[in-house]
């Protein structure tokens, strides 16, 4: 399962078109800084001789970040991917599973990078069904689940950079006592519009991976407001090391190089630029969904990351003729968390509730074409064969 997926984010990343097809156009093409943008910052790695363990790209990458979200310098941890940075705050906050709370409760509606980080901290993932309209877990289902007791750790999700509020969760974890460590995958840019509200002692973990709004390539981070968890995820990523060169703690090499510090740096330089296409990109969805009377259907940002630009189908049958539109006028498209994890071959016998809001919504919820400079020509060309196979 793992190969295949990589396989597949790989094809999505091809700067080639893959069929041989001029006029094709990527679900994702991605745009991140380029030789120009990034070389005053290789060269102070060069004059440093510093590569990695938290060097000085890294601290300025790091302050950068906590002063984009508003928060003290010393609440942002840079790691190696957003898995990564799942990994270290999940071990920050529960450190070694205990053998009567073994169960992670994820959402089966996102990416398996959720389940997968639970799994490499040794907690067994047990899937719950998310809210129809917010995508997201409930608080209050969670709270009188029938396993609670086993329950070692709790993973909100941001579907799609819809962040998730901390108070419920805060509220939860101290009712509890459960830890909690929410995915906030690609909500870079929600989180940094609400800090009061997203942010806070709850950590909080984003991907900085190629295909999302914000990307160093691979990378990511986790926020927290509590110091003592802060600490707790650096060392969770550097072998358990902190201060003296001593494993305390159970960890993995999850750290970020000064090369995609470098990268982070180039990105933040030109953020508020890419901000803005990503915004225009999805104004330019926007009228021309409209103009096809589909407006209802579209989700783009602000409503999603603007890495997304989602098209919602009545039924599966509908999904089915939307694709066969698209793929005819070459145009790909992505079901981004697949049918749920409960549907990935390596999860098909994974502990789980029913999950009716994940089996309708999944497959029905459509991926389409996004990129920082995607010409208003293909959003016409993506709105006109949609239409072709919507049932209206
Ligand atoms: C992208 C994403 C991840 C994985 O991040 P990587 O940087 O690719 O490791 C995990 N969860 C969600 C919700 C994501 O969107």
Redesign the pocket.
Known sequence: MTRSSDSERHLTLDPEPTSGHADRIQVLRPLLPDAERLLSYLRRIDACRTYTNWGPLISEFEARLAAHFDVPSGCVTSAV????A?VGAILAATGRTTAERPLAIIPAF??V??ALAAELCGLRPHFVDVDADSWQLQVKAIERHPLLKQVGLVMP???FGRAVPQAPWLEFHRRTGIAVVI?G??SFEAVAQDPATFLGDIPVAL???A??SFATA???CVITANRALSAAVGRALNFGFFEARDCGAASTNGKMSEYHAAVGLAELDNWSAKYASLREVAAAYRRQMAAAGLSDRLLVAPDVAGCYALFRCADVAEAAAVVDGLAAAHIETRLWYGNGLHRQPYYVDASRDELPVTDRIAPITIGLPIAVDLPLAAIKRIAAAILSGVVT
């Open positions: 991917s957003g898995t990564g799942l996102t990416f990078a959720t999700v941001a579907p995915d995958g690609a991907s900085f991976h295909t999302k691979e990378g990511g």
